[in-house]
């Protein structure tokens, strides 16, 4: 039996100081860490403690170590402005840094412009599943319903730079910024297309821009993900991706460095 996202944040203990204390069951593990989305996503929870109301604007999280099933968070904020608060927060194994996010929040200002570029028109008669294969794939991967629009499967050996995905969260909802932060980070290492066998890759830092503060409304299916690997060296690789909701408005931008063991 599996555990959704939903479930999961509900079941989490979270005190008014931030700290929050939850079970990541195995169908979430990414190998021998907790999936790096959920991950964040119940760091964001922490820090909303402290900050409830303000509108989250960016991410810049960094994974230390790995994150096993018992996850204690804390939260505290570092600085509250008049519209920005920027806050922290740790995931700890014992004393010890697993995970560190700081978390930018900004209250809505007045501005003479916006701009909020929308999803191409690509469709998506030509997708290729993208399955949870028991034993093979990350145990995470079971919880989202996924099609590739275009790339590459990791361990191809095709060397495929970008990659479009549809994506669903397997969930009963509603929507929120936590599952918007955990479809964010679907996107597999494209460093992986280059490797004709499997090898084992992680993220190193991810830094996630969100564009929108409206969760709610939105259905857990229909989601895109665009991902381009930009750069590669030494064993490390530079890739951005852009997310989508149904409908075509932008959600979010990210940029993680990865390793990638092959």
């Known amino acids: 039996m599996t555990t959704t996202l939903s479930e999961l944040l509900r079941s989490a203990e979270i005190s008014p100081s931030g700290e929050l204390r939850a079970h990541v069951p195995a169908d979430w593990m990414q190998g021998r860490s907790a999936f790096g989305g959920l991950q964040v996503a119940l760091a964001v929870r922490a820090m909303r403690a402290l900050v409830p109301d303000a509108p989250l604007r960016a991410i810049q999280a ?68 993208f399955p949870h294969v028991p034993g093979v794939t990350p145990a995470f991967l079971q919880h989202f319903d996924a099609r590739m629009i275009s790339g590459a499967a990791p361990f191809s050996g095709s060397g495929a730079s970008h990659a479009l995905f549809e994506v669903g969260l397997e969930d009963e909802g509603p929507a929120t910024e936590a599952h918007a932060v955990a479809i964010s980070d679907f996107a597999p290492p494209l460093g992986l297309t280059y490797l004709s066998a499997p090898a084992p890759a992680s993220t190193a830092t991810w830094l996630l821009e969100l564009a929108t503060d409206r969760f709610d409304d939105l259905p857990l299916s229909g989601w895109r993900i665009a991902a381009s690997l930009d750069h590669a060296r030494d064993g490390y ?23 990638v063991f092959g």
């Open 237 to 259: 690789t530079s890739q951005t991706t852009v997310v989508w909701a149904p409908g075509g408005a932008t959600v979010a931008r990210g940029h993680q460095t990865m390793l």
């Open 62 to 129: 960094t994974f230390v170590g790995p994150v096993g099933e018992s996850v204690h968070v804390t939260a505290a904020i570092l600085r509250k402005g008049r519209n920005v608060t920027h806050a922290e927060a740790q995931i700890l194994d014992g004393q010890a840094t697993s995970l560190l996010v700081v978390g930018v929040f900004g209250e809505a200002r007045k501005s003479c412009f916006s701009l909020n570029r929308v999803m191409p028109d690509t469709p998506a008669t030509a997708s290729t599943p």
